[in-house]
């Protein structure tokens, strides 16, 4: 990926929109449409409140979160990708398995929902540990190979 913004700051809700905004406005830059940022934002905004809330526990509450987004692939499969790291507790995304969504409301278990619909809204959802450090990439498909080259 070649980075086209890149930003850190604090594991903070403060924060959020400071971690979001710049991100939306390159995917609207590079020509996707609001209905697409509208998909980018809810899954950032899902997993950084997640990391914001469960990453870091009460000892490392200082803790940064780095967001990075830019352009990936090649002709007619280009994505346009975000990148999220923290230094928090590790935590796989792509491991966890789907709630039951078909279950009454009393019998689904608590939590997993968010990483359930970031997985549907996202086109590529990927973990990794770097060292000490989670990297989570997030992608969405560029419209279509036409418009993806004149950007």
Do not use: W
């Amino acid at each position: 990926m070649d980075p086209l913004h890149h930003i850190t700051l604090p594991a903070a809700l403060d924060h959020l929109g400071g971690l979001t905004g710049p991100v939306l406005e390159c995917a609207r830059t590079k020509g996707l449409d609001e209905k697409v940022i509208t998909r980018i934002d809810l899954a950032m905004e899902e997993v950084l409140v997640n990391i914001i809330k469960y990453s870091y526990t009460a000892s490392e509450n200082s803790g940064d979160i780095t967001v990075s987004c830019g352009l990936s692939g090649s002709a007619g499969n280009r994505m346009f990708m975000i990148e999220i790291r923290d230094t928090g507790i590790p935590f796989d995304v792509t491991q966890k398995d789907p709630p039951d969504v078909e279950a009454a409301i009393d019998d689904r278990q608590i939590g997993g929902l968010g990483i359930y619909l970031v997985k549907k809204t996202m086109d590529l959802v990927d973990y990794q540990r770097q060292g000490d450090t989670n990297v989570l990439l997030l992608g969405i498909r560029m419209p279509n190979a036409d418009e993806t080259e004149r950007l």
